[in-house]
């Protein structure tokens, strides 16, 4: 996996040429330790310039994953995210005593300098249109990315990977006691 820690520098295995277009797109994913930060905004210095252009703003990986994992949650529709795999250990996860549930499960970025592109796995409800599912998904996590990191989003994959039949036993639900 690369990683970009400023603009101009980058891991070896490098493949944007490779792959043709100035995407300049670097992977990372919601479980990279650390991650790495993308500059959105370098701005001229000195005295006078306005106080609000001057510096560099940067923003980590992990932040654009969450972003995309909370605007991806708030489509109705959407049960779940993630994998069988990742949504069995988020759940031991959740009930570990002051454990946090991982807004970014399910959720994967590449991120280069200006641009990003997300993966999403996401889990519906029985019922809902998956085709309107995904397009109010793709359109409120391009939105939400966007005005929030100042990146293009040039695409949202998504893939459903299960639907959330409704006689299914919530995980969340307790148990019925024997006794009273």
Request: no cysteine; net charge negative.
């Given at each position: 996996?690369?990683?970009?820690t ?11 040429q ?24 370098a ?85 809902v ?9 793709r ?18 994959n ?23």
């Amino acid at each position: 996996m690369t990683t970009k820690t400023h603009p101009g520098a980058t891991a070896a295995g490098d493949d944007t040429q490779a792959r043709g277009g100035d995407r300049d797109r670097v992977a990372a994913s919601a479980g990279s330790p650390g991650g790495s930060t993308t500059t959105v905004g370098a701005g001229p210095v000195g005295p006078d310039e306005p106080a609000g252009t001057r510096g560099r703003t940067s923003v980590a990986d992990v932040v654009v994953v969450k972003i995309a994992g909370m605007a991806a949650r708030e489509v109705p529709g959407v049960y779940d995210m993630g994998g069988g795999l990742s949504r069995t250990l988020g759940a031991v996860r959740d009930r570990v005593p002051g454990g946090r549930p991982n807004v970014g499960r399910g959720v994967k970025v590449e991120v280069g300098e200006r641009q990003t592109a997300l993966d999403l796995d996401l889990v519906v409800e029985y019922g809902v249109p998956i085709r309107d599912v995904a397009r109010d998904v793709r359109e409120n996590v391009i939105t939400a990315v966007e005005r929030m990191t100042g990146l293009e989003v040039v695409e949202v994959n998504i893939a459903i990977g299960d639907v959330h039949l409704p006689d299914e036993e919530d995980e969340e639900a307790p148990a019925d006691s024997r006794v009273a």
